[in-house]
């Protein structure tokens, strides 16, 4: 037998005998159908050697080729399977009884069919798949059979002849026997090395599969932290800006009270100027006028940072809300022919401050109006804009989706930084998607963006849907705001 590991032998002989029962049923049935055809085929052998005996012989063969027709769909029942070892002695076991029986009703040892007998030694033994000891029981059949044919005849034994066909019988059989069994050692050497072959690769794609379940696990892993440490470091400078920014707006707004109260006391003064100066001091009051108002749209942006949950959360409708917001853009929708796909879950919720989760929305939405009117669009295409929504558990996610220029990699990791913009001075604080990012930290949410340049840009919002999930989440000392 051949080496194999101790712990498969049992496997590996269970796994080749089901092999070699489907093979040998197969092989079986050929060689019933071959013996169906060539056992009648030999009353040409009747006709010419021993023609008194044809219709006798006739009727013998074709006795023998029903019972081998029988055998070939016995094989196929669920008994003619399960015993299929002991009809493999018996197929060879029918030409072998019929032959001794002609060699019987003729010249004994001298009868020329003897010849048959090795055939069906031979035959039997190539095509189908013997083991040793069926290879020795059927020589056994071949042998006994010949010898009660040769032996029972009450004529004189011509000896030599006798011998001769005894020898060369006995020679054939051991042959088949021993290259049955060498060859059936060679079958089960070459199934036991193809099954430890087929069972070390199924483990090293068991071993493949589960390191590449590994690697993206690990992956996943690396990128979730790099994700997390990103937000960390945003959040940290949002912190920080809130921090200064608190001080900061109580230095700017006591200087800015006494300039709205100086421009009103100039306003008054102003009424007595004659006509042709007062246009002049109008100009000049609403310039400054103009300038102290920019002046407090930016502290009050910068509110935002102290105190990022500033507004009660609640549990608001996102169609409700996009559809509030849509009102602040549409008219530069239109004005700009841009396309807006709106496929949000119906009925999805979110836990947010409705008026902030809107200037979230208008700003992002803005942001996408501005970029896509600095792209120039091949014939056929057009500026576009989707928004889509789904459900992840406890939390919503949001897509907002553009076709415009996209975000340069170098700036895609500092578009959430305060103060930071690509757009030209006095077209943007920088403080837009800074004040976006505060928000949806204010109620447990983040932000996050992709971008391919020149193809597109996506933000993703992900907030929480209720107040239990918006409770894990929200930071510690996210706090109302109180003015």
């Known amino acids: 037998m051949p080496e194999i590991r101790l712990q498969n032998r049992e496997k590996i002989l269970k796994a080749f005998r089901e092999n070699e029962r489907e093979v040998w049923i197969r092989n079986f049935r050929v060689a019933s159908i071959l013996a169906f055809i060539f056992v009648p085929a030999g009353t040409s052998l009747d006709w010419f050697v021993y023609h008194s005996h044809f219709a006798e012989f ?163 892993a690396n990128r979730e932290i790099k994700e997390t440490e990103m937000q960390l470091v945003q959040s940290e400078k949002m912190s920080s800006l809130g921090r ?45 006028e103009d300038g102290l108002r920019r002046v407090d749209n930016i502290v009050s942006d910068l509110r935002t940072f102290t105190h990022p949950g500033g507004q009660i959360s609640e549990e608001v409708d996102l169609a409700d809300l996009f559809n509030m917001a849509l009102r602040f853009a549409s008219s530069e929708l239109k004005a700009k022919n841009i396309s807006l796909k709106l496929n949000l879950v119906p009925g999805q919720k979110i836990w947010a401050g409705r008026n902030h989760f809107i200037l979230v929305l208008v700003n992002l939405l803005e942001n996408s109006i501005d970029a896509l009117g600095e792209k120039k669009f091949e014939s056929g295409t057009g500026p576009r804009i989707d928004i889509s929504s789904r459900t992840e558990g406890e939390r919503t996610l949001m897509i907002f989706r553009d076709n ?4 340069a990699p170098q700036n895609l990791a500092k578009i959430f930084d305060p103060f930071f913009t690509t757009k030209d001075i006095g ?47 929200v930071p510690e000392h996210a706090e109302p705001l109180r003015l």
């Not at 006391?265 to 002049?280: C, D, F, G």
């Not at 990012?437 to 929480?464: M, V, W």
């Open 404 to 407: 415009g220029p996209g975000i």
């Open 58 to 220: 006739l009727e013998l063969r074709l006795i023998c080729s029903a019972c081998l027709l029988f055998i070939w769909w016995f094989v196929t029942t669920p008994l003619g399977t399960k015993n299929y070892r002991i009809l493999g002695w018996v197929l060879p076991a029918l030409p072998t009884i019929f032959i001794s029986l002609m060699i019987y009703k003729t010249n004994g040892a001298e009868s020329p069919y003897y010849a048959g007998l090795n055939l069906v030694l031979l035959g039997a033994a190539i095509i189908l798949r013997w083991t040793l000891l069926d290879s020795i029981i059927v020589f056994g059949e071949v042998m006994g059979f010949y010898l009660l044919a040769c032996l029972l005849r009450h004529d004189a034994i011509d000896v030599r002849i006798f011998f001769n066909n005894v020898y060369f019988l006995f020679v054939t059989g051991v042959f088949v026997v021993i290259g049955s069994h060498f060859y059936n050692l060679l079958r089960f050497r070459e199934f036991a090395f193809r099954y430890e072959l087929d069972l070390s690769k199924r483990d090293l794609e068991t071993t493949n599969n589960k390191l590449s379940d590994q690697n993206l696990a690990l992956e996943r």
């Open 244 to 288: 200064f920014s608190a001080g900061l707006m109580h230095d700017i707004l006591n200087p800015l009270n006494y300039s709205r109260t100086g421009l009103f006391v100039l306003r008054k003064k102003t009424r007595s100027l004659p006509p042709e100066s007062l246009a002049e001091a109008d100009a000049i009051l609403n310039d400054i």
């Open 427 to 473: 077209k943007g604080t920088g403080l837009g998607l800074s004040i976006c990012f505060g928000i949806l930290r204010g109620y447990g949410g983040t932000i996050a963006a992709a971008s391919e340049p020149g193809q597109f840009c996506e933000f993703t919002l992900d907030l929480p849907a209720t107040a239990q999930a918006a409770a894990k989440t």
